[in-house]
């Protein structure tokens, strides 16, 4: 993907520097606005979160939804996927979770949800707007059934909850989040993809860069070039949070699945810094898992979502570990 990126990048760069430096790249400091929360009524935040602002004609399959449990509940969870993805690539999860007893709300971030036009126009306020309404939506589900609040995400998606975490604590509020699962989390990536991050500045935000991800995963056949302004947006206002830090900071208990050889995640990084921590920290745990077995079309090592992608077994042996991280179970394999 990063070759093709490169190309497209490096063939209208010479054309766009001077326009640049004219028209320069709007790239405020945009918060969401949505905290707290507005709204009591769920069916009016779901419907508020499915309705299209826009010309826009939306994939139903691909709508925020959720993925009902038997009863008693045991907790609520909220899912984010990635960028690109469709978020219908959470499905597995979200079933595994709800055969686990959690009331799983699996969310949709707005261009990912069939509109190819919605896509090359979204937003860092937009994004934040959508998790904060998820967010909302999820907590109230989870205070009427006195159960807790749990959330799993997918590469973009984590730092789309770290975005979260970090202005909960900002407004001196409390993060109801208990326990978060984190898979591929985009909370750095490698640098040879960080330097585009400047060169996406002086492009049109409607372009779509060309997607080398498997047709059956991703959104649209092309991430759009304002997707990615948002991305690293988002990636250069959180890149300071600091794991290391006291449990006061307002982070939930975290589970974390990696793979050491992620094309696009900084892997070695991410596994320095929780071989950093101390052993008494035990409220972060981190999982090296390789995905040799994976059955997917094309092999990619960042796609850890489903039996397809990871493989049988190690599909399987992740479900354990999310079935005993939820439980409070401990395995002597965990970091």
């Known amino acids: 993907m990063l070759s093709i990126i490169k190309r497209v990048v490096f063939f209208y760069v010479g054309k766009l520097f001077i326009i640049s430096f004219v028209f320069p790249a709007n790239l405020s400091l945009v918060h969401g606005d949505t905290l707290p929360c507005p709204l009591t009524n769920q069916k009016q935040i779901l419907k508020n979160l499915n309705k299209a602002i826009g010309p826009y004609k939306y994939d139903l399959t691909e709508l925020n939804q959720w993925f009902s449990s038997q009863r008693p509940y045991k907790g609520v969870s909220l899912l984010i996927h990635g960028l690109n993805n469709k978020p219908s690539t959470m499905n597995a999860l979200a079933l595994h979770l709800s055969t686990l007893g959690h009331a799983t709300l699996r969310g949709s971030l707005r261009g990912h949800r069939g509109s190819l036009k919605e896509g090359q126009n979204v937003t860092v306020s937009q994004w934040r707007e959508d998790?904060?309404?998820?967010?909302?939506?999820?907590?109230l589900k989870s205070q009427y059934l006195?159960?807790?609040?749990?959330?799993?995400?997918?590469?973009?998606?984590?730092?789309?909850f770290l975005d979260l975490f970090k202005r909960i604590k900002s407004l001196q509020?409390?993060?109801?989040?208990?326990?978060?699962?984190f898979i591929s989390p985009a909370i750095k990536v490698k640098p040879e993809l960080s330097w585009l991050s400047h060169l996406f500045k002086m492009l049109p935000s409607d372009w779509m860069i060309p997607s080398s991800n498997i047709k059956l995963y991703r959104s649209q056949n092309g991430t759009s070039v304002s997707s990615y302004k948002a991305f690293f947006e988002l990636l250069d206002e959180n890149h300071s949070i600091d794991f290391l830090g006291p449990k006061s900071f307002g982070l939930p208990k975290i589970l974390t699945l990696l793979n050491p050889k992620d094309e696009l995640v900084d892997a070695k990084s991410i596994i320095k810094l929780f071989r950093k921590m101390p052993k008494e920290q035990t409220w972060v745990k981190l999982i090296e898992i390789e995905n040799k077995n994976a059955t997917t079309i094309k092999h990619i090592n960042h796609l850890l979502l489903?039996?397809?992608s990871l493989g049988k077994l190690k599909w399987q042996e992740w479900k354990?570990?999310?079935s005993l991280f939820l439980k409070e179970g401990k395995r002597a394999t965990l970091y």
């Open 146 to 160: 006195k159960v807790p609040l749990n959330i799993s995400c997918y590469s973009m998606g984590c730092l789309l």
């Open 131 to 139: 998790v904060d309404l998820l967010y909302c939506l999820a907590l």
């Open 320 to 322: 354990e570990h999310i």
């Open 306 to 308: 489903d039996e397809d």
């Open 173 to 181: 509020q409390d993060n109801m989040v208990e326990r978060a699962i």
